[in-house]
């Protein structure tokens, strides 16, 4: 079935509400805008505003909320428009959702999902662009998603809310349109791994969410140069499955980390280290990064696309480390 | 020009503003969209008309009203909504960021209920300096749920601030009725903190600017905050993309009644007929020039990317492919 990754993780919303009444969906225009990137499109019209619940401007207060439901037995999905505003409710995911279970000494853990869009790439500029999911994956506590393909978009959901701890899953703005197939019965879904987007044997290029579309066109212009990249889609921001990367890179001995976050104190930096420090002696060229460029988000089309990682520059810095 | 004639005009520019930038969105020239001011008009200009040049407001993301109504340039104003080297930003702020620091504005700010803080500290500072400035801080319905606004009404009141909290109820944030968002009453939460607030007419420049020159009085003398709520109605759409993907959360019937009262018409009528055809020509022509002004200037170039990061012209990361 030909489905877009907005339409997947809608169903995946729905199958949820549908099988456990426990699920319900709150958020800033949820309802009746079916959420700001229309994803929720549909849902208010099934299950009612008890279950499809719009929030007043409060995305601390009702983060908080829902970590009050969540310890209270629900299980909610909290949407958060975009990654900058879910900066407004940062203390309530990192100062609670994640520190409960711990602090408590386990005698309370917080079974929450908040979904968030993150990225840029439609001219939204500074306070609505940016990639910050690197900074929460920094968070012990929380699981952090990042679902690239359709089918990840559409399977994620169920394993995060059975998890009895805190997931968030990042959802690329650029991402909604893109589609892909699906089978009729959806297969269980990992949230522990990274998966192999393609296989190749010259160099790993690692990356997740948003960026797959400009790794695999680079890959696709890699291959015309005659060099074969692997593209290992991290899938799972936090914990980091080490193992499918160290893999990868065993085979390759080159590794460039995309990411749209920026480089400095980041996810890619973490990736890096950790081939550093597992992978150092298979490696025969240093890891190289490209990240976003360490500005804000600019509006204008030119520079915008100029901040971000293209894939021209993820081909270059192939080619350099391939020396080809 | 007359008080009457004034007004009339600064709300004709933004509302013409409004149409032209909203065909730019439909040609695809200013690609993220604009959240339209179109109804709000009488707010921004009445407020703006009551302030002295080096007076400071701040602005939201539904912005260009405040901005234009504060006395920026329309042409770069349109420019940067184009994403154009000729924009007040430079074309780094677009739609939802495009202010003018030289006259007074200090930013148009997109996370909701943000810029109140900001207003109130810059008017802290301007009173520490022992200047007789006052500040006013536009902001909708939506935002007065934000925690860090009610954390400001307190700072405001607690220590004089000679700012001014400017609430456009226009009925909705997004697709949520004020009602349905809104625990007890909007001047209640200001009350709360010992800030003097009222309620006017938003649709009508002269009753704005009355309330607006009250505010500013008492902000001036060291009276300190006070808060107005402007009803008012939002005639088009939250943004542009509803005009794509239309959501049903008014009926086409309640906008229609909801713009019956319009802050042009009301203004408009009060000018002898010739002299207000003599504005709409004007602005005509000075939007005419906007458009192709911003059509014509420049894209900025890709490398202006990393510029303006810090002060000395530091780049975080010079020469790293
Ligand atoms: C902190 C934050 N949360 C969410 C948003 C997304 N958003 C932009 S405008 C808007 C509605 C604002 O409503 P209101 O304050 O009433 O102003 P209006 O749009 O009606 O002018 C929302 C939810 C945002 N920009 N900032």
Redesign the interface.
């Known amino acids: 079935m030909r489905t877009t990754y907005r339409e997947a993780v809608r169903e995946a919303i729905r199958e949820a509400m549908r099988a456990d009444s426990r699920v319900f969906l709150m958020g800033?225009?949820v309802?009746?805008?079916?959420g700001?990137f229309?994803v929720s499109l549909g849902l208010l019209e099934e299950f009612g505003p008890d279950r499809i619940r719009?929030t007043?401007?409060?995305e601390?207060?009702f983060t908080g909320a829902g970590i009050g439901a969540a310890i209270g037995g629900m299980r909610p999905i909290v949407e958060i428009m975009t990654v900058?505003?879910s900066l407004?409710a940062l203390d309530q995911i990192m100062n609670n959702a994640a520190t409960l279970r711990h602090m408590s000494n386990g005698q309370i853990g917080v079974p929450l999902v908040i979904r968030m869009t993150t990225g840029a790439g439609?001219?939204?500029?500074?306070?609505?662009s940016h990639s910050l999911e690197g900074w929460y994956s920094h968070i012990p506590g929380l699981r952090i998603l990042a679902p690239a393909t359709v089918a990840d978009a559409r399977g994620m959901l169920a394993p995060a809310l059975a998890d009895p701890d805190p997931v968030l899953i990042f959802e690329h703005g650029s991402l909604y349109n893109t589609e892909g197939e699906l089978p009729e019965s959806i297969p269980t879904c990992d949230i522990s791994s990274a998966a192999i987007g393609r296989t190749g044997t010259d160099v790993t290029v690692i990356t997740y969410g948003g960026t797959m579309p400009a790794v695999i066109s680079a890959a696709d212009e890699l291959a015309t140069l005659g060099i074969s990249a692997e593209v290992v889609d991290l899938r799972v921001l936090r914990p980091l499955n080490d193992a499918t990367i160290m893999q990868s890179v065993r085979k390759t001995h080159r590794a460039v980390v995309v990411d749209e976050g920026?480089?400095?104190g980041s996810l890619s930096a973490e990736v890096s280290a950790r081939i550093t420090e597992q992978a150092f002696f298979d490696l025969d060229a240093p890891v190289?990064r490209?990240c976003t460029?360490?500005?804000p988000i600019?509006?204008?089309?030119?520079?915008?696309?100029?901040?971000l990682p293209r894939p021209e520059?993820i081909v270059?810095?192939a080619r350099?480390l391939v020396g080809r | 020009m007359s008080d009457a004639a004034a007004l009339y005009r600064a709300v004709r520019l933004i509302r013409r503003f409004e149409e032209r930038a909203i065909e730019l969105v439909r040609s695809g020239v200013i690609?993220?969209g604009i959240h339209p001011y179109i109804g709000q008009e009488a707010i921004a200009v009445g407020f703006c008309a009551a302030l002295r040049p080096g007076d400071l407001i701040t602005s939201t993301h539904r912005g260009h009203g405040h901005v234009l109504a504060k006395g920026a340039d329309p042409s770069r104003m349109l420019a940067e909504l184009a994403?154009?080297s000729t924009?007040l930003?430079r074309?780094?702020?677009?739609s939802?960021?495009a202010a003018d620091f030289s006259i007074g504005i200090l930013g148009a700010?997109?996370?909701?209920?943000a810029a109140g803080a900001i207003a109130t500290g810059a008017a802290w500072a301007a009173q520490r300096a022992g200047q007789d400035k006052v500040v006013v801080t536009f902001f909708g319905d939506?935002?007065v749920?934000?925690?860090?606004l009610l954390e400001t009404f307190n700072l405001a009141s607690l220590w004089k601030i000679p700012v001014i909290f400017v609430c456009e109820n226009n009925g909705f944030?997004?697709?949520?009725r004020t009602e349905?968002?809104?625990a007890g009453s909007i001047t209640g939460r200001a009350e709360a903190f010992g800030i003097p607030a009222r309620t006017v007419d938003g649709m009508d420049p002269v009753t704005v600017l009355d309330a607006a020159r009250a505010a500013v009085d008492l902000a001036r003398s060291g009276g300190g905050p006070s808060f107005v709520e402007c009803l008012t109605y939002r005639f088009d759409a939250h943004h542009t993309w509803e005009h794509a993907?239309r959501?049903?959360?008014r009926t086409d019937e309640e906008v229609v009644a909801g713009s019956t009262r319009d802050p042009m018409e009301i203004q408009g009528s009060r000018l002898p007929a010739d002299l207000r055809a003599g504005i709409d020509d004007e602005i005509e022509i000075l939007l005419e020039e906007a458009v192709r002004f911003a059509l014509e200037s420049p894209?900025?170039?890709?490398?202006?990317?990393?510029d303006y990061?810090y002060a000395d012209g530091m780049?975080?990361?010079a020469g790293v492919?």
Request: proline residues 4%; without cysteine.
């Open positions: 800033e225009d309802g009746r805008y079916g700001a229309g719009d007043p401007l409060s601390s207060a900058n505003f407004l439609r001219q939204l500029a500074a306070q609505h920026w480089r400095s190289m490209v460029e360490e500005v600019p509006y204008a089309k030119h520079l915008e696309e100029a901040a520059r270059r810095t350099e | 690609v993220g994403g154009r924009g930003n074309g780094r702020g677009g939802m960021h700010n997109a996370i909701v209920g939506g935002a749920s934000q925690g860090v944030a997004t697709t949520m349905e968002a809104v993907a959501p049903r959360y894209e900025p170039d890709e490398h202006e990317a990393l990061l780049r975080a990361r492919a």
